[in-house]
């Protein structure tokens, strides 16, 4: 289960900056709800957009609200609270996630169930390991395998499976005995398992692996794209980024390069940029290998909302789509735009910056 459960919910906020950009998981997004957290005296609260404090600092640690409630946590004990900072769910558990589809994944006592808004047990303590509910069903695990449940608790798809991975489009990756396969929400194989290795559907197109090389195939298991690449990467815009002899370039859905490889490294293309890297530098290039940006950066992530973020001497800052600072290098990290705001640290002090780049809420800790 190195990958199904790699991805466990924990209370500690890391902010770390890399070059690897992580797709977040259908249903984990963010609420909207205009709250941010903060830390103050070592103690986490929530400011508003206007960064005036909403909810006053008194947990050990927050995160953001999802679902109408913030997980938040208490002398080493796991809650919820609403968006008025009253306690809906108090400390109680061992470990907990964020609310998805109505419920919460909870451990205490080394066995994870579920809970409602409320806090009470819709699924009793029972699992090894529990995923968050997403499109109606949650992967759990228990006695090393995994299998797949409803919001009821019922076994829609028996613990059998060595590792697997969330359904997405209706199918979901399954290993059993070393290789991988697909199957549908009952549980019958549509892909025998005979993978060595394969990614969730994305574009209508799967990355699999067999005998080192990578290549795609359709819904229906058919080979789209011979295994032939040392790695390859999800479709994204139309293309999908591949590694050959050590260098990186771009293919379409019919494997012909559009992009020759010629990178040491590079991303997926997100609003019509990809970021690559030769030289130790980053920089930005268009769907025909033209590059828009020069290679000047240290480390980057993809264009985000007209938006990216990049690294230069150790410091991080925004740029636009023509390679503009739109906020100067001055941070140690930050994170995203989301809801108007930026997290950003400093110094070991977490604080909140606008679009314009000015503090809403001065780095604190």
Known sequence: MKYAFSLFICMTLLLSFTSCSKKESRGDKKESV?????VLGGKTGFINRDGKLVINPQFDDARNFYDGLALVS?????GYIDQEGKSIINPQFDVAGDFSN?????????KWGYIDKEGKYIINPQYDNARNFSNGYAMVSTGGKVGYIDKEGKNIINVQFDDARDF???????????????????????????FDNER??????????????????????????SPQFDVAGD????????TTGNKM?????????IINPQFDAAMDFSDGLAAVSTGGKWGYIDKGGKYIINPQFDNVRNFSHGFAVVS???????????????????????ENFFDGLSRVTVGGKMGYIDKEGKYVWNPSK
Not at 249 to 257: E, H, M, V
Not at 313 to 326: A, H, L, R
């Open 34 to 38: 205009g709250l941010f957290p903060v």
């Open 74 to 78: 208490s002398g080493g004990k796991a």
């Open 102 to 110: 109505g419920l919460a994944a909870v451990s205490t006592g080394g």
């Open 168 to 194: 997405i489009d209706g199918l979901a990756a399954v290993s059993t005995g070393g290789k991988w396969g697909f199957i549908n929400k009952e549980g019958k194989y549509i892909i025998n398992p005979q």
């Open 200 to 225: 969730n559907f994305s574009d209508g197109f799967a990355v699999v692996n067999t005998g080192g090389k990578s290549g795609y195939i359709d819904r229906e298991g058919k080979s789209m794209i």
């Open 235 to 242: 479709f994204s815009d139309g293309l999908a980024v591949v």
């Open 249 to 257: 370039g771009y293919i379409d859905k019919k494997g012909n390069y």
């Open 312 to 334: 230069t001497v150790g410091k991080v800052g925004y740029i636009d789509k023509e390679g503009k600072y739109i906020i100067n290098p001055q941070f140690d990290n930050l």
